[in-house]
């Protein structure tokens, strides 16, 4: 789920998830303030808004990504460069900094999610767990590490707990929490 990294009052770094439902978010000195109790946008703190490209698949995810829409004009920087045209689509660690209401951080992290393993052609002859090293079958449990994107077993009733065996991926150590926790924050930049 994509987050929005946000100064609370205290300094301290807070997180705003960002549903895609929720249609957008305005970067205001606190986005969360922008909302009236009816779940509208307060028009004077939209001029710079988070806008969800696409909408979410039946898990809840937002394959699509984020766009920042702010006038072309307007100082706001993404990674220290203006936001072109007025459109950015945002990436995972983006720095987005608005006059007058301070600096965010956007993070896409996913979750790891066990899912049924569906071969493409690609992935049909070649799909071997990297932590017992046996072939991915059709129709198993899986968990699609997402770091670096390779299939782990997660075939609790047959013993093969590939991707919870171990804190880290097989391949590229990322976490194995299937808790939805972003595994970095601001304060790493």
Request: glycine letters at 10%; aromatic letters at 8%.
């Amino acid at each position: 789920m994509a987050r929005l990294w946000i100064k609370d009052d205290s300094g301290e770094w807070a997180v705003l998830p960002l549903v895609p439902s929720a249609s957008f978010y305005p970067l205001s000195a606190n986005p969360l303030r922008a909302l009236n109790a009816a779940g509208t946008i307060d028009s004077a703190a939209c001029e710079t808004v988070l806008v969800s490209s696409d909408s979410p698949d039946d898990a809840g995810w937002n394959e699509g990504g984020w766009l920042l829409l702010s006038p072309s004009r307007s100082g706001v920087l993404v990674n220290g460069l203006p936001v072109s045209a007025g459109i950015r689509l945002l990436e995972d660690g983006d720095e987005i900094r608005v006059s007058g209401s301070g600096i965010f951080y956007f993070s896409a992290e996913r979750a790891a999610r066990p899912e049924t393993f569906r071969p493409d052609s690609k992935e049909a002859s070649s799909a071997r767990c990297p932590r017992c090293l046996r072939t991915i079958r059709d129709g198993e449990t899986v968990v699609r590490c997402p770091r670096c994107g390779v299939l782990h077993h997660h075939l609790l009733g047959e013993g093969y707990a590939c991707w919870t065996y171990a804190d880290g991926c097989a391949v590229c150590g990322g976490s194995t929490s299937l808790a939805d926790e972003p595994e970095w924050s601001p304060d790493e930049f």
